[in-house]
């Protein structure tokens, strides 16, 4: 396995092999097909294979994979970020969200002169090591509390606090604003399983970090390009300094960027002295499946009919579960959604890690059973995508109704 989680030992049984994707659907090597709501982790909001994506890949394959050079698709690229989220005015392109959380902090400790960053329980931002305490994703999934290798010299600039917890931002502002560099945060959280930021959070960390001289960088490697044209942060009308993305505007490949204010971006190098390069950055047959998969949200934006999806999907679990006695929590935001075996809200990761994961184990191998693929990790997001969206609803929902059912007889 190349990422953890793909082992499956947070559900159990033999990972799924897959052979190719068409759609809604993957299909393993024996030709059996599974409504797709992992979608690669988040980046094929259009489902796999989308024609556009394909044509644009085949063209560019076609004319050079790589150039060490500039493009002028990477341009293209970089003003649809720009013209679309409201906070970004330079935008660098990256391969990975690791590459870009790890950038912006680089460029925020520089700009203030500071060394302590902020980030909270569950979020998982990239797995450099001084952002690997206490975080989400695979390592919740694995029970990992950080990982062997990470000095404790670089955990040490770390502060990492209860996520949705006002009062705990108040007081390490208090206590410590004058050293803060950078608050780090998921607007909407997908790494502990999908928990959205309040209002009352949110604010208060763009008020503290202004009113400190501290950077504000939202992590919107999930959410960018996927709740909206302008992501989380336009849904919420907050402007962060820098923002982080990924997954979406790579439409499936490496691709990933972090972006902000033009005298905070203006340090990064050739422009300023804070040092980031990669000899792949940019690579044009990712900027030609960014291009494509951006251009069709730009053209056609999907974000009502992937919400209405969402809802129907959210509805079917909550009634379902109703039905056979079962606790269950189901979080959504949009087009992303959990459900935690849990009674109560789900708004930090104490109470996501409340749930019951053995349960979720088992609907998961229940809807594996019906034809439907989901992550194998409670501490993960469901994607639906634009191809899920259409055709395969009728049988995604009869699925989900069918293994919830199936688990009261447990």
């Known amino acids: 396995m190349n990422s953890p989680v793909r082992a499956y030992q947070a559900v159990g049984g033999d990972p799924v ?20 709501l992992v979608g690669a982790y988040g980046p094929l909001i259009l489902g796999h294979a989308h ?18 050079a500039p493009t002028e698709a990477e341009t293209r690229l970089a003003e649809l970020v720009v013209d679309n989220m409201p906070s970004v005015e330079m935008v660098r392109l990256v391969n990975s969200g690791t590459e870009a959380t790890m950038s912006a902090i680089r460029v925020a400790r520089a700009a ?20 690997l305490a206490e975080a989400g994703s695979g390592v919740a999934t694995m029970a990992v509390p950080g990982s062997p290798g990470v000095p404790a010299a670089f955990t040490d600039l770390t502060v990492v606090l209860p996520y949705n917890d006002v009062a705990s931002v108040e007081a390490i502002f208090s206590a410590r604003g004058s050293q803060v ?38 992590d919107e490697v999930m959410s960018g390009f996927r709740l909206g044209l302008g992501g989380a942060e336009e849904r919420i009308r907050i402007r962060p300094d820098l923002t982080c993305l990924g997954k979406v505007i790579g439409g499936g490949l490496p691709l990933a960027a972090y972006g902000g ?7 990064v190098a050739p422009m300023g002295p804070v040092y980031q390069a990669g000899t792949l950055s940019g690579n044009p047959m990712a900027t030609a499946a960014g291009l494509a998969t951006l251009g069709q949200l730009v053209v056609d934006p ?41 009674v109560g809200p789900v708004v930090d990761y104490a109470s996501a890690r409340a749930a019951d994961v053995e349960a979720y184990a088992r609907l998961f191998h229940a809807l594996l059973d ?20 259409g055709s395969a609803m009728d049988g995604l929902l009869s699925a989900v109704r069918a293994a919830m059912s199936s688990l009261s007889t447990v």
């Open 302 to 342: 999907p974000y009502v009919r992937l919400d209405e999806a969402g809802a129907r999907v959210q509805a079917a679990l909550e009634e379902s579960a109703r039905l056979s006695g079962l606790r269950l929590t189901v979080n959504r935001a949009g087009s992303m959604l959990t459900p935690f075996f849990t």
């Open 51 to 68: 024609p556009e994506v394909v044509a644009a890949l085949q063209r560019q394959a076609a004319a050079g994979s790589s150039f060490g």
């Open 261 to 267: 204010s033009a005298r905070l971006m203006r340090l």
């Open 112 to 131: 203030t002169e500071r060394d302590l960053v902020v980030k909270f329980s569950g979020g998982y931002h990239g797995h450099a090591d001084h952002l």
């Open 181 to 218: 560099a950078a608050v780090i945060v998921e607007p909407v959280a997908g790494n502990m399983g999908v928990v959205e930021g309040s209002d009352a959070f949110l604010g208060a960390l763009r008020r503290l970090s202004e009113a400190h001289g501290t950077v504000l960088i939202f």
């Open 370 to 389: 019906r034809g439907v693929l989901v992550p194998p990790s409670q501490f993960e997001a469901w994607f639906l995508s634009t191809a899920v969206a």
């Open 17 to 36: 092999f897959i052979e190719r994707g068409e759609g809604a659907y993957v299909i393993d090597p024996d030709g059996k097909r599974y409504i797709d």
